[in-house]
């Protein structure tokens, strides 16, 4: 079976960074696109960036200049760097990947469990 596993939430203080990693892991031949989501209560979930296999990026434009995505193919492991953080950022931030399973298949939409980050002013 595929598992995403992501690490790095915390607490930290407004201007403060952080550095998200996701790892993906199990039965899949390559990864196709990789980025991040977040999810606060009352609200939609919000694609804050993401990465195409080639290494092309897009971010929301609340983030751009603050956080930067990337990705090392030989570790199946995408990350996200977040800095200058705001209390606006804090949310769950959740992992998702595009996988090809098979040879014979369209990539398939896989997330992770997501990871809590907390601002605070």
């Known amino acids: 079976q595929v598992q995403l596993v992501e690490s790095g939430g915390g607490l930290v203080q407004a201007g403060g960074s952080l550095r998200l990693s996701c790892a993906a892991s199990?039965?899949?031949?390559?990864?196709?696109?990789t980025g991040w989501y977040r999810q606060t209560p009352g609200k939609q979930r919000e694609l804050v960036a993401q990465?195409?296999?080639?290494?092309?990026?897009n971010y929301a434009e609340s983030v751009k200049g603050r956080f930067t995505i990337s990705r090392d193919n030989a570790k199946n492991t995408v990350y996200l760097q977040m800095n200058s953080l705001k209390p606006e950022d804090t949310a769950v931030y959740i992992c998702?990947?595009?996988?090809?399973?098979?040879?014979?298949?369209?990539?398939?939409?896989?997330w992770g469990q997501g990871t809590q980050v907390t601002v605070s002013s």
């Open positions: 998702t990947a595009d996988l090809y399973v098979s040879l014979f298949t369209l990539p398939r939409r896989y």
């Open positions: 990465i195409t296999k080639d290494s092309t990026t």
């Open positions: 199990g039965n899949f031949v390559s990864i196709n696109a």
